[in-house]
């Protein structure tokens, strides 16, 4: 057995697990394997989890299998996997990725997943991943990786700069070298000047708050993060009011069938779709309704800014919390 049976990846960063994917599929001829993609929150998750790691293609690609968001799997469903975990399936490659926030710099492991014979065999084996994702420590090491894969020279001093304004996210990394390569043009030099198009860390760090929501992540956490911002004297309110509108307009056009009118990285367009369906026009339509009643609570003095981005965030996390 030259790989093993199954993977666990451990990282709250879904596009650092993505290209963690990617790297342990390269040394199996990647170009056999058919990427099969599968989310906790999907009412057939069961029968299409039975169906993707028992049933190999007789004539077709390898498959790998990634599920997605596992951390909030309930002990019965970790139980019903390990038949489908026995024995060794070459035509079958099972990635469990585990995204919740981690605790004290450790991932958060289910006691129940522990306690599974599987996940003491991958634990043995080294057949397990963990990376806690992109802080101000390792965003260099991240940065001089990216630049090198790219092309992209970084002036003295642009490396330093981009530490301090980047978003804690690799996926929002990426976006903006992406910007940056765009102006470095043939001679790949990214230079001082060319920051000014990189979007600033507090709008970006919202962002990431409202992914969290969307993933029905500790609503204390994104109050707590929030509030930092205010102490700091960010004002979070008006920009996180435009992200949402923003969001309630391309998940709006992907529910109603209008998916030509938007443009998404692939990766992002799927999340979307998926999230839109789950969510439907009419709780789509509820999004507008909560902005507009923070923004008019605080323009009539009804209520502090303070309190509308708490109410304002108290009703997305119902919003998108799964049913």
Request: hydrophobic share 40%; glycine share 8%.
């Amino acid at each position: 057995m030259s790989r093993p049976g199954f993977y666990f990846c451990l990282c709250p960063d879904s596009g650092l697990l993505k290209r963690q994917i990617h790297k342990l599929l390269q040394p199996h001829d990647p170009d056999s394997w058919e990427i099969t993609t599968l989310w906790s929150d999907d009412a057939e998750l069961d029968q299409k989890l039975w169906k993707a790691l028992n049933i190999p293609n007789m004539m077709g690609p390898c498959r790998a299998v990634v599920i997605r968001n596992c951390h909030t799997f309930q002990e019965a469903r970790w139980k019903a996997l390990a038949p489908a975990l026995k024995g060794f399936k070459s035509g079958i490659w099972a990635f469990f990725c585990m995204e919740g926030e981690w605790d004290k710099k450790k991932p958060r492991v289910p006691a129940c997943l522990e306690k599974q014979k599987f996940y003491k065999i991958a634990r043995a084996k080294g057949w397990i991943w963990q990376f806690p994702g992109i802080n101000r420590q390792n965003l260099p090491r991240y940065l001089k990786q990216r630049a090198l894969e790219s092309g992209l020279v970084l002036e003295s001093g642009v490396q330093e700069k981009l530490v301090q304004i980047l978003p804690l996210d690799s996926r929002g990394v990426d976006q903006e070298l992406e910007k940056l390569l765009l102006l470095a043009g043939q001679s790949g030099m990214v230079l001082m000047e060319h920051l000014d198009v990189v979007e600033p860390r507090s709008h970006l760090d919202i962002f990431t708050q409202l992914q969290k929501i969307q993933q029905g992540q500790s609503i204390a956490r994104v109050w707590h993060k929030l509030f930092l911002d205010q102490q700091t004297g960010q004002d979070g309110l008006f920009p996180f009011m435009g992200l949402l509108l923003r969001e309630a307009r391309i998940l709006w056009h992907l529910a109603t069938g209008q998916e030509d009118k938007i443009y998404l990285y692939p990766g992002v367009r799927n999340e979307k779709i998926r999230l839109a369906g789950r969510l439907g026009p009419e709780k789509i339509a509820l999004m507008w309704d909560m902005v507009l009643e923070a923004e008019a609570g605080v323009k009539s003095g009804a209520v502090l800014q303070d309190q509308a981005l708490e109410n304002l965030t108290a009703g997305m996390y119902r919003l998108f919390r799964p049913d």
